[in-house]
């Protein structure tokens, strides 16, 4: 699916911009905030219905002193758009996003995967580094993009799970007051059904997970190039899930009345990527969030990004765009050329704070974009 151009009304710092892009690549130079980030994240939005950046609020993506903001994609097949507010509007509640195609509103799941997209800039680091949450989140986005029985799975655990968890949090007020007997029965009853729910949902959920998270594992020397190829680290993914049942349940019943929160279930998941047989460690696997230097954390990063790459192509059939957030800086030049190689043939969006660390050779009908 191509991307043909892109409308910003008050998104971010775009107060209201229209860009252009080349079947090939685009190239978008710029100064430090001038918006290229902003721009390349408008874009993952569309793709993913989630913002690139892995902190922060949504509401944020609305430029200040706004109150609506508003992006518009023209494809090669369809024209998606996605209204953003902050919840009111007028004195009166609306939804915070809106999605629609060609201009009909849509549900969630119906909007995604009209486009798809892979991002890979210096924020990806955090993945390694930080909360399990992220890298939900970042399974999340992969995943919704390509296959829209998880995208269902997700919403409906994400919704039955804070439903499930104020039953938990209703069972323990009433057995703190002494009510009766019949009153906690009824509660009790009304978990069942959402334990059955997050039951269903949530094995799908896992399911997926794993059928990703294998596929990387299958291609661990993506970064296999050139000279140095038996000296490239080979990298893991060990999937730690949290799998959800009615035995486990029931394992951990007390303590979720007492803290009001399913301890259970695919919210609780996490996944360490390991390195294999780097700097003379040659079968020993190092948790990267622990023991990886930033170089070897960057590698990673890039290792995942083209699996995540790979994983989306075979799924679907469909190349996805590759949107490259100023990753001169951040990789040395024969892994430079690893990532261009796989441009070719790839709707490309890159971005740079410097035209003088483009290797223009490299690249195939670059329109250049300046902010």
Known sequence: MILESITLKNFR??????????????????ENAAGKTNLLEAIYLVASGRSLRVKGVESEMIGYGEEIANIKAKTEKCNLEIILTKGELFGKRVSKKKYLVNQIARRTVDFLGNIRAVYFGP?????????????????????????SEYARASLSYEKGLKTRNKILEKIRELQE??????????SRKKLYFWDQLLIKNGNIITLKREEFIEFLN???????????????PR??????????SEERLKQYSQQEIASATTLVGPHRDDFIIKSVGSFGLENRERDLSVYGSRGEQRLAILWLKLGELGFIEEKTGEKPILLLDD????????HRKLVFDVTFEKQTIITTADLGMVETSWLKDVKLISL
């Open 13 to 30: 710092n775009h107060k209201n911009a229209f860009f252009e892009f080349s079947l090939q690549t685009t190239l978008v130079a710029g």
């Open 123 to 147: 924020e990806n680091l955090e993945l390694i580094t930080d909360s399990p949450s992220l890298r939900r989140k970042y399974l999340d986005a992969v995943l919704s993009q390509v296959d």
């Open 218 to 232: 299958k291609n661990s020397e993506l970064l296999n190039c050139g000279e140095e190829k038996r000296q490239s």
């Open 235 to 244: 990298f893991s993914l060990f999937y730690d899930r949290s799998t959800i």
């Open 327 to 334: 990753i001169f800086s951040e990789l040395d030049l024969e």
């Open 177 to 186: 007051t002494d009510s009766s007997a019949e009153s906690v029965g009824a």
